[in-house]
């Protein structure tokens, strides 16, 4: 990445520094693991500082976020919650970590067009993300500040995620760097080629 591109990416940072998470509602251990994994990897990939999952415990899709992590840097936690309509009623009505409200952002195909809701979003507050399972608590609409439709046609909540998320930090927000990555890729328009800081420190 280049020194213009790291700057921007931290000065985006510092703009928008509050805490955003993501929560998974629903998930279901023997059914879901590839689609919760992907969206914990957009969620880490595309900023976000925590991964919350409600439903079923599972360690190890932690795990694999967790080697992610060690291997592509990066520093965002995950953590199984119980009670997760208590859990967003307590984060928008009374503490989102800091004794004050947090923002609740509900992906739904129902929802408003999120480019138009975007803009009217506060963001020096924690904000979650919410998507849906399998099953989705009508409470979730209730407790959300913002119903958000990423199209109002069903599709899948990894695309809706990454396209909210893309559009939350605006142009080039894809563009991440992990200042503490041992695995670095360079990009190329052809074949592959990864830098890692393990083998270099031995040169
Ligand atoms: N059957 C579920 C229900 O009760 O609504 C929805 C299943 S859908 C595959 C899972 C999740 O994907 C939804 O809860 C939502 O978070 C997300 N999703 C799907 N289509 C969406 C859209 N057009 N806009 C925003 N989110 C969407």
């Not at 959300?144 to 695309?159: D, K, L, R, T, W």
């Amino acid at each position: 990445m280049s020194r213009y591109a790291h700057d921007r990416d931290e000065a985006r940072r510092a703009m928008s520094g509050a805490p955003f998470s993501v929560l998974r509602l629903g998930h279901r251990k023997g059914r879901d693991p590839r689609i919760t994994t992907h969206l914990a990897l957009v969620s880490r990939a595309l900023g976000a500082d925590q991964f919350l999952l409600a439903g079923d415990k599972d360690d190890d899709l932690f795990n694999n976020v967790a080697s992610v992590n060690e291997r592509f840097g990066g520093a965002m936690s995950c953590e199984h919650i119980t009670g997760s309509m208590g859990w967003l009623k307590r984060f928008v009505q009374s503490d989102a970590g800091d004794g004050e409200p947090g923002v609740a952002v509900h992906l739904t195909m129902y929802g408003e067009p999120y480019r138009e809701v975007i803009p009217r979003i506060r963001r020096d507050r924690p904000i979650v993300v919410i998507v849906g399972g399998a099953k989705v608590p009508g409470d979730v609409f209730k407790y959300a500040n913002y119903n958000v439709a990423v199209g109002n046609q069903p599709h899948s909540e990894v695309a809706a995620l990454a396209l909210f998320m893309e559009a939350w930090h605006g142009e080039g927000g894809t563009e991440r760097h992990f200042p503490n990555a041992r695995l670095t890729i360079e990009p190329s328009a052809r074949g592959k080629t990864v830098h890692d800081k393990a083998d270099e420190s031995e040169e």
